[in-house]
C-alpha cells in the first residue's frame, strides 16, 4: 500500500464525529462529520466528551441570530462534562482519566480541547 494511503487510515482511525455548523439556520441544518481529533497546546486539556448543555444561546447562535456569530464552520456547544484523556504541557491540576466539568467551545464533539479551568467533577455528580 502507498504511504499516502497508510497515512489517511491512521486519520480516520483517530477521526472524531461532532455537530457542525456549516450555514446559519434552524437545529436541524447541522451536520455530522469526523474531524481530527483535538490535539492540546501548552496549557490545554483535551476531553472525552460525556455529557454536552443544551442551552436557548446556542439556539440562537446555531441560527446566526445571537448578538455575535462565529465564524463558520464550527462546532456548537459551549458546556461540558467529561474525561481528561490528553494534558498539555504546563497542566499540573489535571490528569488523563480524570472526570471534568466545565466551559469551552465545542461541546458538541465527542473530544474537545479546554483550558485547565475545567473542574474536578466527583461521582457524585
Known sequence: MPPHEDAAQDREKFAMKAAVVETFGPPE?????????????PGEV???VTAAGVGYVDGLLVQGLYQVKPPLPYVPGNEFAGVVSAVGDKVTHLAVGQRVMGTAPGAF???LKALPLCAFRPRTI
Open 29 to 41: 441544518t447541522l451536520t455530522f462529520k469526523e474531524v481530527p481529533d483535538p490535539l492540546p497546546g
Open 46 to 48: 483535551v476531553v472525552d
Open 109 to 111: 464533539a465527542d473530544k
